[in-house]
């Protein structure tokens, strides 16, 4: 093989290695899929809401949700996102039954109170959810949610963490990350065709 035939096969091997990436995520993301929608992502959970009302899967069954991980104390990509989805939300018909939940990674910090004055910046549809370390952990990993400590100075700390808008069908199941980059009436037509 000369060294022309070499600096070929290069791009080519490094698009092979990002094709294998791409296709390995996609997969990881809808794993099992039943009826062209992932069954792999989502399942039950017990968190408590910013009322202090205990909340299950169950409570959401009926309706599309969006479902979106993060902390009160982010600097930018929550609050930025919640934003987002709030515009999304305000696109919706008026009687359009959805649900909108923000759900803790830091709930040593992020109580119910916490979450429910934090929430007051946002539309009044997302509702807060937080739990024992245990219980959020296990939503985490049945979203497939990453979620890392990262201490910073004094002894603080901040949240490294997966930013996905999750839609959620009313049966509870992963439909696909929602693009919340694109119009906001653009993403209130691809939600609403959920309902």
């Known amino acids: 093989m000369n060294a022309q035939q070499k600096r070929l096969l290069l791009p080519?091997?490094?698009?092979?290695?990002g094709l294998i990436a791409l296709i390995g995520?996609?997969?990881?993301?809808v794993g099992?899929?039943?009826?062209?929608?992932?069954?792999?992502?989502?399942?039950?959970?017990?968190?408590?809401?910013?009322?202090?009302a205990r909340v299950t899967e169950a409570?959401?069954?009926?309706?599309?949700?969006?479902?979106?991980?993060?902390?009160?104390?982010c600097p930018d990509v929550c609050p930025t996102t919640l934003f987002e989805m709030s515009e999304i939300l305000r696109k919706l018909p008026k009687d359009a039954k959805i649900s909108a939940l923000f759900v803790t990674v830091d709930p040593?910090?992020?109580?119910p109170d916490a979450l429910k004055s934090y929430l007051?910046?946002?539309?009044?549809?997302?509702?807060?959810?937080?739990?024992?370390?245990?219980?959020?952990?296990a939503m985490l990993k049945a979203y497939r949610v990453y979620a890392k400590k990262i201490p910073t100075e004094n002894g603080q700390y901040t949240m490294d963490?997966?930013?996905?808008?999750?839609?959620?069908d009313k049966q509870g199941r992963f439909v696909n990350a929602l693009n919340i980059q694109q119009p906001p009436e653009a993403a209130a037509r691809e939600i609403q065709k959920l309902m």
Do not use: C, N, W
């Not at 080519?12 to 290695?17: E, G, N, T, Y």
């Open 108 to 111: 040593e910090r992020d109580t």
């Open 161 to 168: 963490h997966t930013a996905i808008v999750y839609m959620m």
């Open 120 to 137: 007051s910046s946002f539309d009044p549809r997302i509702s807060g959810l937080s739990g024992t370390r245990e219980e959020v952990d």
């Open 25 to 29: 995520t996609a997969l990881f993301l």
């Open 59 to 73: 409570s959401y069954k009926g309706a599309p949700s969006l479902v979106f991980f993060g902390f009160t104390h």
């Open 12 to 17: 080519i091997a490094i698009l092979a290695v």
């Open 32 to 52: 099992g899929s039943q009826g062209g929608r992932a069954s792999a992502v989502g399942g039950p959970f017990s968190l408590v809401d910013q009322t202090g």
